[in-house]
């Protein structure tokens, strides 16, 4: 599995720094190992692997494929084309990207997104030597008032992130 994350921008305007995030604590995504893979499948994970963000977009990659250009879409809570959860627990690395389960992950709670847009832009890879490499290059994702219960994210955006997998 190939994950390639470089977060080069992030706008938060209000933050937690460190611990779980509480309703008085938002989540500080700029703490979080970003990582991506499949079509398309995004996480945001705290060091201890005890909470974690994650926001799918299904067939983001195909349609992107298919378009053979940038494409842009805005999606927003309650869409079928977004799903935006809040884990916690332990060894959450575990259920996201990985082919080698090395601990088995508990999960305590999991939480769905109940208001929120997320934009996202990307570009297919059209030079991918299989479909299985690298699928979207230059991806820009904008996080804007996703919120989880009484728990949430003001505002994120990551730019220049690539999602891809490899058959495992």
Same mark, same amino acid.
């Given at each position: ?10 706008? =938060?305007?209000? /933050? ?6 509480? %309703? !008085?604590? %938002?989540?500080?995504?700029? $703490?979080?190992?970003?990582?991506? /893979? #499949? ?11 005890? +909470? ?11 349609? &992107?494929?298919?378009?053979? *250009? ?8 309650? !869409? ?7 884990? $916690?627990?332990?060894?959450?690395? +575990?259920?996201? /990207?990985?082919?080698?389960? *090395? ?6 709670? *999991?939480?769905? &997104?109940?208001? #929120?847009?997320? +934009?996202? $832009?990307?570009? &297919?890879? =059209?030079?991918?030597? $299989?479909?299985? !490499?690298?699928? =979207?290059?230059?991806? +820009? =994702? ?17 730019? !220049?992130? *690539?999602?891809?997998?490899?058959? #495992?």
């Amino acid at each position: 599995m190939r994950t390639v994350s470089i977060l080069t921008a992030i706008v =938060l305007t209000a /933050c937690a720094v460190g611990g779980a995030a509480t %309703p !008085d604590r %938002p989540i500080d995504l700029a $703490s979080m190992e970003v990582g991506s /893979c #499949g079509d398309a499948f995004f996480y945001f994970l705290n060091d201890s692997g005890t +909470q974690m963000v994650t926001i799918a977009i299904p067939g983001l990659a195909n349609r &992107a494929t298919e378009a053979a *250009e940038t494409i842009d879409e805005s999606h927003a809570v309650g !869409d079928p084309g977004l799903i935006a959860t809040l884990t $916690s627990g332990s060894h959450l690395d +575990q259920l996201v /990207c990985n082919d080698a389960i *090395e601990f088995d992950p508990v999960v305590e709670s *999991e939480v769905a &997104a109940s208001r #929120g847009q997320v +934009q996202v $832009s990307a570009v &297919a890879n =059209l030079d991918a030597p $299989s479909p299985m !490499d690298v699928a =979207l290059t230059r991806v +820009q =994702l904008t996080v804007t008032g996703l919120t989880f219960g009484e728990v949430g994210i003001n505002a994120a955006s990551f730019s !220049d992130l *690539e999602v891809g997998w490899f058959a #495992g």
